[in-house]
């Protein structure tokens, strides 16, 4: 597949621009040996609002002319560089940009077949040869998105199988696709950080329904055979694998296994061959369940460069960070490696720099209002607390002793009217803004019906 590349990469002096974005080995050369060219990786975390945040990465990039083995004639470069590892799933405000102006983001069945590149190099250096049908499914595996689970939230590997082939698979091939699947999980599983819900790489059967319906694969047998070539893969790359001391073929299993849940943002970039550069990621992510129900969490990569350095910070000057921890990604143990350089109520810094640090890491943080803030509606709760106790033991006799009492509430709302300037601020204000509004109706409720309980006993005198 040849990409086209947009006429503004390339500019108007071509012949001083080295053009190696059609060339998949180049961009599987950049995925295997990243810390040969990343230098130093700067991520920045702000929380603006209750449920996502916006993500900043700037990657400082070696000079590649000797990476590249450039022609001499030449100035810059067109690459296609493997610049972060990102989640799967649909991109928001994303955007890229260069030393040379906006990036170009590949299309995800091209990422898939660079990653595949890089997947088979390995297992040749292993010795171990990849088939055709064996490289067709780890190709579809790769750039398997799995829009269906995010609608089918109950949804099962076998109602995916069968929804994409429009009927019900026959028994038999169901019960040899699963036996293949339990052999790959029990391969692949315990090379995974953490298990999301499901992983194409585990369960080589949901790409089937695509290659059948694309004509790749003829019928249910040579699915099965195509399967078969995939598992034989992973045992014959899982016998050479020593985990004790990590070799070629441990780096395949494990790079598979974390392809389940990330890919590698691949952009095509125009970039000086003879000077350091800046490639710029914007990004918004999910924060987890939301800021106010439970703590947030952010994963971050903090190993895929020399050093790497995190910002995290809260945007609403009302709000302060009330708790924070870095976890490894694969259980509950803290981070190894990071070094923590700041630590103030709303801003949080770290960089690692260890060869053994974790790759990927989990932020753990919990949000509150500044105590100042938290102050007041809870003494406007407490004062109307303790005025509706009054009512209920000296009831005034006149409405202007009623009115006296009650005047107060007006201080509730003023505190329930208040704005907070983002959402993030106004989902801390939930709990003081419902003990403020229970305490005002407790008073309004409380002087209502005292008032007219007096009147009725007045009348019936």
Request: net charge negative; proline share 5%.
């Amino acid at each position: 597949m040849q990409l086209k590349i947009p006429s503004w990469l390339t500019g108007s002096t071509a012949s001083s621009v080295a053009n190696y974005i059609d060339d998949r080995e180049v961009t599987a050369r950049f995925i295997a040996s990243p810390l040969a060219w990343r230098v130093r990786s700067v991520e920045e975390v702000v929380i603006d609002s209750a449920t996502s945040c916006s993500r900043k990465r700037s990657l400082q990039v070696a000079p590649l002319r000797d990476f590249l083995q450039a022609p001499v004639g030449a100035t810059h470069a067109l690459v296609a560089l493997n610049v972060a590892a990102m989640p799967r799933g649909p991109l928001l405000d994303f955007d890229v940009s260069g030393p040379d102006g906006d990036g170009w983001l590949l299309p995800r069945s091209e990422i898939a077949s660079r990653q595949t590149l890089y997947l088979v190099n390995l297992a040749d250096e292993a010795g171990v040869q990849v088939s055709k049908q064996a490289r067709m499914v780890l190709e579809r595996i790769l750039g398997f998105v799995g829009e269906w689970f995010s609608t089918h939230k109950r949804g099962t590997v076998d109602e995916f199988v069968n929804a994409g082939l429009g009927r019900t698979l026959s028994e038999e091939t169901r019960l040899r696709w699963d036996a293949t699947e339990g052999k790959c999980r029990e391969i692949l599983r315990r090379r995974l950080d953490k298990f999301q819900r499901y992983s194409a790489a585990e369960s080589p059967q949901l790409v089937m329904p695509g290659l059948l319906i694309d004509g790749d694969i003829a019928d249910e047998q040579e699915a099965t055979r195509s399967l078969a070539e995939y598992q034989s893969l992973l045992q014959r790359m899982d016998s050479l694998s020593d985990p004790d001391n990590p070799n070629v073929a441990d780096d395949f299993l494990i790079s598979l296994a974390d392809y389940a849940n990330y890919y590698d943002l691949i952009v095509a970039l125009k970039v000086p061959l003879d000077e350091p550069f800046l490639v710029k990621i914007t990004e918004r992510r999910d924060i987890g369940r939301g800021i106010g129900i439970g703590p947030g969490t952010q994963e971050l990569v903090v190993a895929d460069a020399r050093t790497n350095h995190v910002t995290f910070k809260v945007e609403d000057p009302n709000v302060r960070i009330s708790s924070f921890s870095a976890y490894s990604s694969s259980n509950d143990d803290f981070a190894y490696g990071l070094f923590q350089s700041r630590q103030d109520a709303q801003n949080r810094a770290f960089y690692a720099h260890n060869p053994d640090r974790d790759y990927r890491i989990v932020l753990r943080f919990r949000l509150a209002l500044l105590r100042r803030l938290q102050l007041v509606p809870y003494s406007v709760a407490a004062l109307l607390g303790l005025l509706t106790l009054a009512l209920w033991l000296d009831t005034p006799e006149t409405l202007e002793g009623f009115a006296l009492v009650v005047g107060p509430s007006a201080l509730a709302a003023s505190v329930l009217l208040a704005r907070e300037p983002s959402t993030l601020g106004s989902r801390l204000r939930t709990a003081s803004t419902t003990v403020v509004t229970l305490s005002l109706l407790a008073l309004l409720g409380s002087a209502t019906y005292l008032y007219g309980f007096g009147l009725f006993v007045s009348s019936t005198k």
